[in-house]
């Protein structure tokens, strides 16, 4: 994994929805997106942005799986959400995620649960703020992955 980092300003749910987006457009089969950061800090909203960029159809209601677990979503690149948030380690590794989603998109809120037992490969996605106030997105993973992702942002490298 590369040590480099993308550090954005979001502000607002809209701009939060577009950098799911735009994740969503790079990110292809096979690939895990930790979704970090506490109550309210838009982990969700994140979720539903990355579902609209992989193709989920805006029929389909991106929600929180907290209570189900494991929602996933049809499209072109199956997109499947799950939520540790009551789960102990124990529990997330009966899951099985990484084997269930092999062949989608799977992103995870409350993975830091799991740490330790994610891919290398994985793009970590932390958020800080709060719903309705500006936040901070700090996302890492491989090389080719920021460099697409900074592309489809119009961003340049530091």
């Not at 749910?13 to 457009?25: D, S, W």
């Not at 979704?35 to 990355?50: D, E, F, S, V």
Request: proline letters at 4%; zero cysteines; charged letters at 20%.
């Amino acid at each position: 994994m590369s040590g480099d980092v993308i550090e954005l300003l979001l502000r607002g749910e809209e701009q939060t929805l577009r950098l799911g987006l735009a994740l969503g457009r790079v990110l292809g089969p096979g690939a895990v997106v930790l979704l970090r950061g506490g109550l309210g800090a838009g982990k969700t909203t994140l979720a539903r942005g990355l579902a609209r960029g992989l193709g989920v159809g805006d029929d389909y209601n991106v929600v929180s799986p907290t209570f189900t677990l494991l929602n996933v979503y049809p499209g072109p690149t199956p997109f499947f959400h799950a939520d540790l948030y009551r789960l102990d380690l124990g529990g997330a590794l009966d899951l099985g995620l990484l084997e269930e989603s092999a062949e989608g998109v799977l992103a995870v809120e409350w993975a830091e649960v799991m740490d330790g037992r994610w891919p290398e490969t994985a793009v970590d996605v932390w958020l800080t703020g709060e719903a309705g106030h500006e936040r901070q997105a700090r996302i890492s993973g491989p090389a080719a992955f920021l460099d697409g992702l900074r592309g489809l942002l119009n961003i340049q490298a530091d």
